[in-house]
Nanobody
C-alpha cells in the first residue's frame, strides 16, 4: 500500500506563489505515474497536471499551463507542484494521485484510473 500526504497549501493573495508537496510512504513510487487534481466547492474533481515516472514528460490543464510546474524527486519519493501567479479561481482542495501501471495519455485526466490518493491540501486565493 502507498500513502500519499500533501502539504504546502494555505491562504494567499492573487498573484502569490505556493509550492505543494506530496510525500509518498509505504512503497517507492519511482515507477509510478503521479498527478495533481483539484476540487473546488460544488464542483467535480479536475485534473491539473501529471508527470511520468522519469520526470521527462508532463502535461497541464490549459488554464494553468505556464503558471504551474510539476516535478518529482524520486530519491525523496515526493512530487511537487509549483504554483505561480495564483488566481482566485484556483481556490480548491488539491490532491495528489498515483498509479502503478501504464496508463494511456488519453486517460491521465480521469480520476478513476488512479490507485492511490492523498487527503488533499486546501489552497485559498483571495483577491
Amino acid at each position: 500500500q502507498v500513502q500519499l500526504v500533501e502539504s504546502g497549501g494555505g491562504l494567499v493573495q492573487a498573484g502569490d506563489s505556493l509550492r505543494l508537496s506530496c510525500a509518498a510512504s509505504g512503497r517507492t513510487v519511482n515507477s509510478y505515474l503521479l498527478s495533481w487534481f483539484r476540487q473546488a466547492p460544488g464542483k467535480e474533481r479536475e485534473f491539473v497536471s501529471h508527470i511520468d515516472r522519469s520526470g521527462s514528460t508532463t502535461s497541464y490543464k490549459d488554464s494553468v499551463r505556464g503558471r504551474f510546474t510539476i516535478s518529482r524527486d524520486n530519491a525523496k519519493n515526493t512530487v511537487y507542484l509549483q504554483m505561480n501567479s495564483l488566481k482566485t479561481g484556483y481556490t480548491a482542495v488539491y490532491y495528489c494521485a498515483a498509479r502503478d501501471r501504464y496508463l494511456s495519455a488519453s486517460l491521465y485526466r480521469d480520476t478513476s484510473p488512479y490507485d492511490y490518493w492523498g487527503q488533499g491540501t486546501q489552497v485559498t486565493v483571495s483577491s
